[in-house]
């Protein structure tokens, strides 16, 4: 198996005079769970086109799965796509749509009902598997799309907006099917919901302007490992803490306090050590920390 379930170097894509993709340089290690986060037209969507083979790039490499660019026989069932706007057949039950693409896998009649019945499942959907696509709510429509994708088994399943329009609910159940997927295949997921890629991915990569300015394991991005943020009942002066935390370049900020884990050092070890030094500094802590948000990660100036 290769590293890399997917590569891209300087991928260019025009449409007119817009770059959509401008020298795109992206790596997703398999079996990752990667979330891909960038504003409307960073070239999300159009970076989704170009791996499918759905969007012809102007230059650059793509390789799939370790196989060159996308081929509709090499990498037949082993990609999946879950576009932006997927419409589905109105008139078509969610199980017909479902064994059909089964069966466009090469499964036999009798293997793709099972299957579409096991993905039907697996989105919630299956009380729902004799109904007409043009009867479903939105949300519902959505889930079938996302199973849809996870017939089979694909190697590379790419998510594209994969919660939009669900209820909170779902949102948190469509976390959990995703999170399910982690060892058994890889899945970039595209979305601007930072907080929901942060509890589910353990890869991230940032876009803008059609690159790829940040891309790492989601601990190192946040700096789980580095960084402890430490919310604060009120304000306070850095002076407080300077003599607890020397060494550890502490600053202040409002009501967060933020310091320097050193390399090697386990963060229960020194929270242990340090808390009762700085509750007698006099901080009246409500949370700490490790890292930053994803949220933080990607408003910091370093990602542009």
């Given at each position: 198996?290769?590293?890399?379930?997917?590569?891209?170097?300087?991928v260019i894509?025009?449409?007119g005079?817009?770059r959509?993709l401008?020298?795109l340089?992206?790596d997703?290690?398999?079996?990752?769970?990667?979330?891909?986060?960038?504003?409307?037209?960073?070239?999300?969507?159009t970076?989704?086109?170009?791996?499918?083979g759905?969007?012809?790039a102007?230059a650059?490499?793509?390789d799939?799965l370790?196989?060159?660019a996308?081929d509709?026989?090499?990498?037949?069932?082993?990609?999946?796509v879950?576009?932006q706007?997927?419409?589905?057949?109105?008139?078509?039950?969610a199980?017909?749509?479902?064994?059909?693409?089964?069966?466009?896998?090469?499964l036999?009649l009798q293997?793709?009902?099972?299957?579409a019945?096991?993905v039907?499942?697996?989105?919630?959907l299956?009380d729902r598997?004799?109904?007409?696509?043009?009867?479903?709510?939105?949300?519902?429509k959505r889930r079938?799309?996302?199973a849809q994708?996870?017939?089979?088994?694909p190697?590379l399943v790419?998510?594209?907006?994969?919660?939009?329009?669900l209820?909170p609910?779902?949102?948190?159940?469509?976390?959990?099917?995703l999170?399910?997927?982690k060892?058994?295949?890889?899945v970039?997921?595209?979305?601007h919901?930072?907080?929901?890629?942060?509890?589910?991915?353990?890869?991230v990569?940032f876009?803008?302007?059609?690159?790829?300015?940040?891309?790492?394991?989601?601990?190192?991005?946040?700096r789980?490992g580095?960084l402890?943020r430490?919310?604060?009942a009120?304000?306070?002066?850095?002076?407080?803490?300077?003599?607890?935390?020397?060494?550890?370049?502490?600053?202040?900020?409002?009501?967060?306090?933020?310091?320097?884990?050193?390399?090697g050092?386990?963060?229960?070890?020194?929270?242990?050590a340090?808390?009762p030094?700085?509750l007698?500094?006099?901080a009246?802590?409500?949370?700490?920390?490790?890292?930053e948000?994803l949220?933080?990660a990607?408003?910091?100036?370093?990602?542009?």
């Amino acid at each position: 198996m290769s590293r890399f379930a997917l590569r891209l170097k300087g991928v260019i894509k025009r449409y007119g005079k817009t770059r959509a993709l401008d020298g795109l340089t992206l790596d997703v290690p398999s079996g990752a769970l990667m979330g891909l986060v960038g504003p409307n037209g960073a070239g999300k969507t159009t970076t989704f086109g170009v791996v499918s083979g759905a969007v012809r790039a102007d230059a650059g490499q793509v390789d799939v799965l370790g196989q060159g660019a996308f081929d509709p026989v090499r990498h037949a069932g082993r990609l999946t796509v879950l576009p932006q706007d997927c419409a589905l057949n109105p008139s078509s039950s969610a199980r017909q749509i479902l064994s059909f693409h089964a069966r466009l896998q090469g499964l036999t009649l009798q293997a793709a009902t099972r299957e579409a019945d096991r993905v039907l499942d697996l989105v919630h959907l299956a009380d729902r598997a004799g109904a007409r696509v043009g009867q479903l709510s939105h949300g519902m429509k959505r889930r079938l799309a996302v199973a849809q994708a996870l017939l089979g088994d694909p190697e590379l399943v790419l998510l594209d907006e994969p919660t939009g329009g669900l209820d909170p609910h779902l949102v948190v159940a469509m976390r959990e099917i995703l999170s399910a997927q982690k060892g058994l295949r890889t899945v970039v997921v595209s979305s601007h919901i930072l907080a929901d890629l942060e509890a589910t991915c353990d890869h991230v990569a940032f876009m803008e302007d059609g690159r790829c300015t940040r891309s790492g394991p989601v601990a190192e991005v946040t700096r789980r490992g580095a960084l402890v943020r430490v919310q604060l009942a009120e304000p306070m002066a850095l002076a407080a803490f300077e003599a607890v935390l020397a060494g550890r370049e502490p600053s202040i900020e409002g009501d967060v306090l933020r310091y320097q884990l050193h390399e090697g050092e386990d963060p229960a070890e020194v929270q242990r050590a340090l808390l009762p030094q700085l509750l007698d500094a006099g901080a009246a802590i409500l949370e700490i920390r490790l890292g930053e948000s994803l949220e933080a990660a990607y408003m910091s100036p370093r990602t542009r």
